[in-house]
């Protein structure tokens, strides 16, 4: 069974500390991908990735680091936490090819900012 | 760029009842087009997906989606709702030129009703 696992379900930050978010896939996949999930505002790309080491910027960068220095592993970075960053971060990775291959999303992490 | 709207942010059925949420889409040549399914506090779920072919697909769970290029919508059915059905409904767009970097509509929450 594929799977896409997230190092927390729930985390509870304070403003200004560094927030390490980690996202791990089994299934060999090129592209890696964060998102966060508002309500009314739908999922919002944070950064992808297609290959290790390499990264592209998605819709919201801003405030926002990643790193991927292995291929099964791709990890969200918050420099300096802010309550604006209270937020679901979804984890998501697929296939590069050709053909759209669907996403494989993780099952989220609730991040509370205080 | 390519965009997505869902026009129904909420959406009741009664169980057993038909439904339908509407997609539309705003991209320059033929897409690829997905419908994912979130459940309460997971991630989301590949229902369906076209990118070429017939335009009516079939997905899990007796879901359906019908691509009209005219309409540039995609709208997924249902014939019979199941209340284990309730859950947030997204449509997503990818360019035929990276199949890795979708965009998301809003969402539709459905609910219910026994």
């Known amino acids: 069974d594929v799977k896409v696992t997230q190092s927390s379900r729930y985390l509870v930050k304070r403003t200004g500390e560094k927030v390490f978010l980690e996202c791990v896939q089994d299934?060999?996949?090129?592209?890696m991908f964060w998102y966060r999930q508002d309500p009314g505002l739908g999922l919002r790309l944070i950064y992808f990735?297609?290959?290790?080491?390499?990264?592209e910027k998605g819709d919201i960068p801003e405030g926002y680091s990643v790193s991927r220095e292995k291929k099964e592993r791709f990890s969200l970075i918050l420099e300096s936490a802010s309550t604006n960053q209270t937020s679901m971060y979804l984890c998501?990775?697929?296939?590069?090819?050709?053909?759209?291959?669907?996403?494989?999303f993780g099952p989220g992490t609730r991040l509370t900012v205080t | 760029a390519q965009s997505v709207t869902q026009p129904d942010i909420h959406i009741t059925v009664s169980e057993g009842a038909s439904l339908e949420l509407r997609c539309n889409y705003s991209?320059?040549?033929?897409?690829?087009l997905f419908w994912y399914v979130q459940s309460p506090g997971q991630g989301l779920q590949l229902l369906l997906k076209?990118?070429?072919?017939?335009?009516l697909v079939q997905g899990i769970k007796g879901f359906e989606a019908e691509f009209k290029r005219s309409q540039s919508s995609f709208n997924l059915r249902k014939p019979s709702v199941h209340w284990s059905d309730a859950a947030e409904y997204f449509c997503?767009?990818?360019?035929?030129?990276?199949?890795?970097?979708?965009?998301f509509g809003d969402g539709t929450t459905l609910t219910v009703k026994p």
């Open positions: 299934m060999d996949h090129e592209n």
């Open positions: 076209y990118f070429s072919g017939d335009t």
């Open positions: 991209y320059g040549a033929t897409p690829y």
């Open positions: 990735s297609y290959d290790v080491k390499m990264k």
């Open positions: 997503a767009v990818a360019p035929n030129t990276n199949a890795g970097k979708s965009t």
């Open positions: 998501a990775s697929s296939l590069l090819g050709q053909d759209p291959y669907e996403q494989y």
